[in-house]
C-alpha cells in the first residue's frame, strides 16, 4: 500500500521567510502526489499535483513542490511567507487504480508569526 | 460555477441514531468520494462513486454507507451512531475517477455524536 509520511505536525515561520514542508512517499509504483491546503473550518484546496510530466511542479499562491525519486520526497515550498499562508498542509498519493482515492500524510499546521 | 456544496454543515446526533449527509458535486463532475477528518486518525477514505457505483470503498464498518443518484449527487448514511463517528466528513468531485483527476472538496459535514 501507498503511504506519506510528513515531516513536523507543527512548523512556525516568520513572515517573508521561507516555508519548507516535508513529505516522503512510500510506493511501489510511480506515484501520483498531491499538495492540498485546509483554513479552518473549510474543506481541501488543491495546492499542486505530480504527475511525472515535470519534476519541479508549480502550484497556487506562489507554492512549488520538487518531486525527487531518490528521496521518496515531495517537499513543499514558498519563497516568502505570507500571513495568509498559516493553515494545515497535506500531502497525498494517489492509489494506482482510482485517482479519487488518496491517502493522506497526517497534515502539517503552518503558522506565519509577523 | 458553483463548488462542491454539503449539507447540512453541523449536526449533532445521540448515539444509536442514524444519519444521512448529503453532497452536490460541481457541474458536470461525476465522481464523487467521501472522506472522514478526526483529529486522531486524520483524513481518511470511505468511498467512491461514479456513474451511480462504487467503485472503491475504505476500511470502514458496514455501518457507513452510501449512494450515488443519476444527477450524480450523492448521499452518506451512517447507521447506529457511535461516539467515535464524531468527525468532519468531506466530499469531494472529481469530472471522472482517473488517476490524476484532481479533486475538489466542499466545507463538510460537522457531526457531533453525543
Known amino acids: 500500500a501507498q503511504s506519506v509520511t510528513q515531516l513536523g505536525s507543527h512548523v512556525s515561520v516568520s513572515e517573508g521567510a521561507l516555508v519548507l514542508l516535508r513529505c516522503n512517499y512510500s510506493?511501489?509504483?510511480?506515484?501520483?502526489l498531491f499538495w492540498y491546503v485546509q483554513y479552518p473550518n473549510q474543506g481541501l484546496q488543491l495546492l499542486l499535483k505530480?504527475?511525472?510530466?515535470?519534476?519541479l511542479v508549480k502550484g497556487i499562491n506562489g507554492f512549488e513542490a520538487e518531486f525527487k525519486k531518490s528521496e521518496t520526497s515531495f517537499h513543499l515550498t514558498k519563497p516568502s511567507a505570507h500571513m495568509s499562508d498559516a493553515a494545515e498542509y497535506f500531502c497525498?498519493?494517489?492509489?494506482?487504480?482510482?485517482?479519487?482515492?488518496?491517502?493522506f500524510g497526517e497534515g502539517t499546521q503552518l503558522t506565519v508569526n509577523p | 460555477k458553483a463548488g462542491v456544496t454539503q449539507t447540512p454543515r453541523y449536526l449533532i446526533k445521540t448515539r444509536g441514531q442514524q444519519v444521512t449527509l448529503s453532497c452536490s458535486p460541481i457541474s458536470g463532475h461525476r465522481s464523487v468520494s467521501w472522506y472522514q477528518q478526526t483529529p486522531g486518525q486524520g483524513l481518511q477514505f470511505l468511498f467512491e462513486?461514479?456513474?451511480?457505483?462504487?467503485?472503491n470503498k475504505g476500511n470502514f464498518p458496514g455501518r457507513f454507507s452510501g449512494r450515488q443518484f443519476s444527477n450524480s449527487r450523492s448521499e452518506m448514511n451512517v447507521s447506529t451512531l457511535e461516539l467515535g463517528d464524531s468527525a468532519l466528513y468531506l466530499c469531494?468531485?472529481?469530472?471522472?475517477?482517473?488517476?490524476?483527476?484532481?479533486?475538489?472538496f466542499g466545507n463538510g459535514t460537522r457531526l457531533t455524536v453525543t
Open positions: 469531494a468531485s472529481s469530472l471522472a475517477p482517473e488517476v490524476a483527476s484532481p479533486l475538489h
Open positions: 462513486y461514479f456513474s451511480e457505483t462504487q467503485r
Open positions: 497525498a498519493v494517489s492509489e494506482e487504480t482510482s485517482g479519487s482515492r488518496l491517502t
Open positions: 510506493s511501489s509504483v510511480p506515484p501520483y
Open positions: 505530480y504527475t511525472s510530466a515535470a519534476t
